[in-house]
């Protein structure tokens, strides 16, 4: 018996370390990643955002790191778009987040109703060159939720 309460003990823990960065999902702009991020991060209650430059330039491959103020239970991953959702316990967290060797740090305050969202802007120095103009669709799709 106390085996088997030790074992379901074990179980738990780990799944609640794991739970953590499987919770969290990350994604581009375009409308079918909205769509994708919008069905893998509906009970969301951190949202982060990346960009770079004076424009406002989304950023993806960003290294992140989200940290429970009290430290522990910290999780990381590269972000594969501009755009991360995280499920996380209510309190205070430090967010790193590192693009093309520039590092920013935020703090977020995450309540037991809504969504904490915290914007992420890297230097002029590591935003890409613009290729070419945004067209009008990518302009719509951005400003749609």
Known sequence: ????????????????????????????????????LAARSKDANLALEFFAGKRGQFVAD???????????GAFSTTADGPFCFAH????????EAAYKGATRLADATVGNTGQAHVAIGFPESVAEPDPAPVSAEEKRQASTP
């Open 62 to 72: 960003v290294d992140v790191t989200v940290t429970p103020a009290g430290g522990g």
């Open 88 to 95: 996380v316990a209510p309190g205070r967290y430090r967010i």
């Open 1 to 36: 018996m106390a085996r088997g309460i030790a074992v379901t003990a074990l179980a738990l823990s780990c799944t609640a370390a794991l739970g953590a960065s499987a919770q969290l999902a990350c994604g581009g702009v375009g409308s079918d990643a909205r769509a994708d």
